[in-house]
């Protein structure tokens, strides 16, 4: 299990652009796929963005790709989502996920066994 905090979530205007972080646990984090998730009220939990720690791969869910980028910092075991030109559809708890890769098939929630405890981002039109 590896322990992870989001922060950096608040409300802002369409058009504007937010950085939400996620610190890890000290481990290493090589074996690992790290992942931005959301839910939005009614909704399912949806995959956004993952970086696999060790080569620095990164996916992209169609809906943001070209406005969010993945990224990360290995002295400071912690990844980041800089998220540009916002929508209103964007609004949504922010889940930061773990996994080790070789679990990992399809980007989905249940691939993932650790889970941060979220970061509100709301996006007022």
């Known amino acids: 299990q590896v322990q992870l905090v989001e922060s950096g979530g608040g409300l802002v205007q369409a058009g504007d652009s937010l950085r939400v972080s996620c610190a890890a646990s000290g481990r290493t984090l090589s074996d690992y796929i790290m992942g931005w998730f959301r839910q939005a009220p009614g909704k399912e939990r949806e995959f956004v963005a993952a970086i696999s720690w060790g080569s620095g791969i990164t996916y992209y869910a169609d809906s943001v790709k070209g406005r969010f980028i993945i990224s990360r910092d290995n002295a400071k075991n912690t990844v980041y989502l800089q998220m540009n030109s916002l929508k209103p559809e964007d609004t949504a708890v922010y889940y930061c996920?773990?996994?080790?890769?070789?679990?990992?098939?399809?980007?989905?929630?249940?691939?993932?066994?650790?889970w941060g405890q979220g970061t509100q981002v709301t996006v007022s039109s």
């Open positions: 996920a773990a996994a080790l890769r070789w679990v990992v098939r399809n980007m989905r929630p249940s691939d993932f066994g650790s």
